[in-house]
């Protein structure tokens, strides 16, 4: 009796420990998302055009997905995925695994950060399911790029979801075909305490309210779509600039000879 008790307790302990590392995995790939997502808003004529994340029904980031030559597997990459509600706001991020897929971009790379941007009710259909296969469940094609998109360009109104990649700083649009897209559902649970089918349906369509520690990403999210996330990003560069500029300035003036520096302003008049 003492044996299976003693039993009983190492397993417990072994699973409250699993649950909170997988929650704490979860979180951090939640930030991490968040932080792609204000990088490729914020890089100046190279992001994801402002009108294409103002239409779009959901977003989903896979932060350093990893792949070698054209082909990505199973360990590929795991992501977050939230969608626009009938209210304005955006849903609870739902949690979700990408493998499969082919790539005619970017071969050899070993780190690449995905957006995808849900534009249409069957991309957005097919990504409530459980299990999506791009190109097949849902059309997808390689999207523009850009702080706006030009007159000239089509948004296709026709394909579901709009992909783009970037890769050691190199961003663009990528074509994701042949890629399968399922709930994780380990983080689900550990997250939301949530598992099966449904759980992937209810989070993004609302039914499950936003708990405290997703709220960050969410937040990111909207100042995205909003366009100050973008604003934000550039006047922080523009500080970033400004204050290299006058610690050059110091640096210079620290290694000019006494003789070199410019004379003090002065207030008083000169003497005639």
Not at 27 to 51: C, H, N, W
Not at 182 to 191: E, N
Not at 220 to 226: D, E, L, P, W
Request: proline fraction near 4%.
């Amino acid at each position: 009796m003492r044996k299976l008790f003693v039993l009983m307790m190492a397993l417990a302990l072994t699973s409250m420990s699993w649950a909170a590392t997988a929650k704490e995995d979860a979180l951090d790939r939640l930030t991490k998302a968040g932080d792609v997502l204000k990088e490729v808003m914020g890089a100046p004529d190279k992001g994801i055009p402002q009108e294409v994340v103002e239409k779009a029904k959901c977003i989903a980031i896979v932060p350093h997905m990893v792949k070698g030559g054209f082909i990505f597997g199973a360990q590929g990459g795991k992501g977050v995925a939230t969608c626009r509600l009938a209210s304005g706001g955006w849903s609870a991020p739902s949690f979700f695994a990408v493998t499969g897929g082919s790539w005619g971009l970017q071969i050899g790379v070993e780190g690449i950060d995905l957006v995808m941007t849900i534009m249409n009710d069957a991309g957005m259909k097919a990504l409530l399911s459980n299990k999506v296969q791009l190109g097949g469940d849902a059309s997808a094609a390689a999207g523009p790029i850009g702080r706006h998109v030009s007159a000239n360009t089509d948004i296709k109104a026709d394909t579901g979801i709009l992909t783009y990649s970037r890769a050691k700083g190199l961003f663009a649009g990528a074509t994701l075909n042949g890629a399968s897209i399922r709930q994780d559902d380990d983080s689900t649970k550990a997250v939301y305490g949530l598992s099966g089918e449904e759980a992937y349906k209810r989070l993004l369509t609302g039914q499950v309210p936003a708990p405290a520690d997703v709220r960050p990403f969410l937040a990111t999210v909207r100042s995205a779509v909003s366009g100050s996330l973008a604003e934000r990003q550039e006047q922080k560069k523009e500080a970033a600039k400004e204050n290299a500029e006058r610690v050059d300035e110091k640096d210079r003036a620290k290694g000019m000879p006494q003789s070199d520096r410019p004379a003090p302003a002065t207030s008083e008049e000169p003497k005639k």
